[in-house]
């Protein structure tokens, strides 16, 4: 049943981007079509259109409508590419700006195409929101500039092998997170610093920082506090990252790298954004959830670091055998001849659980909600492992 939300703006006319005509494009040329409009228009336009020119700024009103709707054309293509790799999250709403006018007031007619199935789809929604805003105010000819003035890059992977080799236990990537979307506040007195000193103290290879604000309490703030307290471990920037654009601001904030979701990005976009962080020096952890999204990304070149979520991202139910179906058989068997380090991720809170996905050939694992709730983090990493891996 649909449902009518009174927005209560001014009348004003506006263009219904759902009722425009597309054409349909065979199978046979969507890798085509990808290749020479998707991946150029959707990671790439930011940087372009930043050094292009200043025709921008003195573009007409018509020119500036034509390229929203073209964006929107071209966000709507993007999705049926990703429905074609299996992917489920929608990155907008499908039905465009639906906008219904009743004398003063502007009326949006909620149905299944611009309403979110699940809060990932609900994230990253509010996710392409937010990056359009920041990008305005912070454009990439700016973040160029700051990256002259940024830290060096530290070495994410290596730490994580030095960790593993050292201890004959997983590395581990210790999570600064404030509240999740399905436990709520976590921790009420939140220091970011001060966890992430203990943190390292502990024995942590690695520390992640929450960077989303709407769902998680987290910020860049945050990272960049850590980053400039002189804590050594390398920092993983948690966010979710739909736009090239957010690599180059997280490496501006202190990150060492960033997590790419697959569930989330289609292959052309993870095979980009790996570039560009290579480029910048930042590690991508390339994150999956199941067999189809294993297989898709280790179909892609340039992978060094996957994370297996055993949480379903849609349900957020969790399961750690996850962990072992998807590195049984054939897939183990690449990993290993790819050196490929996996990190085990959601759902351990025990050294019996560490045990479990370390067996099923996990070398890292990303823990946050069991060891962020202890009083004393650094303590609850010893709980986690069943003894002290502090250096």
């Known amino acids: 049943m649909e449902r009518l939300v009174c927005l209560k703006v001014p009348f004003q006319a506006a263009p219904s981007y759902s ?28 940087m372009e259109s930043e050094e292009g020119s200043a025709a921008a700024a003195t573009s007409s009103e018509p020119a500036v409508d034509a390229l929203k709707m073209k964006e929107r054309e071209v ?11 299996g992917i489920r999250i929608r990155r ?10 009743v004398g003063p007031f502007e009326f949006r007619l909620q149905n299944e195409g611009n309403t979110p199935r699940n809060i990932l789809e609900e994230i990253v929604w509010n996710k392409d929101v937010e990056v359009a805003q920041l990008k305005e105010r912070k454009p990439l000819i700016k973040l160029k500039t700051d990256l002259a003035n940024a830290r060096p890059a530290r070495d994410f992977l290596g730490a994580l092998r030095a960790a593993n080799e050292r201890t004959g236990l997983p590395g581990l990537i210790a999570e600064v997170k404030k509240a999740s ?15 992430a000193r203990a943190y ?47 690599l180059f601001y997280a490496r501006t904030k202190g990150a060492d790298a960033v997590l790419l979701i697959a569930a989330v990005l289609p292959d052309l976009d993870i095979k980009y954004m790996i570039k560009i962080c290579k480029m910048l020096g ?53 990993i290993r001849e790819r050196d490929i380090i996996v990190v085990g991720e959601s759902g351990l809170f025990t050294p019996d659980d560490i045990a479990y996905v370390q067996e099923a050939g ?30």
């Open 19 to 46: 009722s425009r005509p597309r054409s349909w494009i065979p199978p046979t040329q969507l890798s085509a079509y990808k290749r020479n409009s998707l991946s150029a228009f959707s990671v790439r336009a930011q």
């Open 75 to 85: 966000g709507t293509f993007q999705d049926e590419v990703a429905a074609s790799q």
């Open 92 to 101: 907008r709403p499908l039905t465009g700006p639906p906008l219904h006018y």
């Open 181 to 195: 979307p399905s436990r709520g506040v976590l921790r009420e007195d939140f220091d970011p610093v001060e966890i």
């Open 200 to 246: 390292e103290e502990g024995g942590a290879a690695c520390v992640s920082v929450l960077t989303d604000q709407k769902y998680f309490k987290g910020s860049f703030e945050n990272l960049e506090a850590i980053r400039n307290a002189g804590v050594k471990c390398p920092l993983l920037c948690k966010e979710f990252i739909i736009d090239a654009w957010q």
């Open 282 to 334: 930042l590690t991508a952890l390339v994150e999956v959830h199941d067999e189809i999204e294993f297989d898709r990304v280790l179909g892609i070149e340039g992978i060094e670091l996957m994370g297996i979520n055993n949480r379903n991202l849609e349900t957020f139910e969790v399961d750690i055998s996850n962990t072992k179906k998807l590195l049984e058989g054939e897939r183990g068997k690449k």
């Open 362 to 391: 996990v070398k890292a694992v990303l823990v946050g909600e069991s060891i962020v709730k202890q009083s004393d983090p650094g303590k609850g990493i010893s709980n986690l492992f069943g003894k002290d891996i502090s250096l």
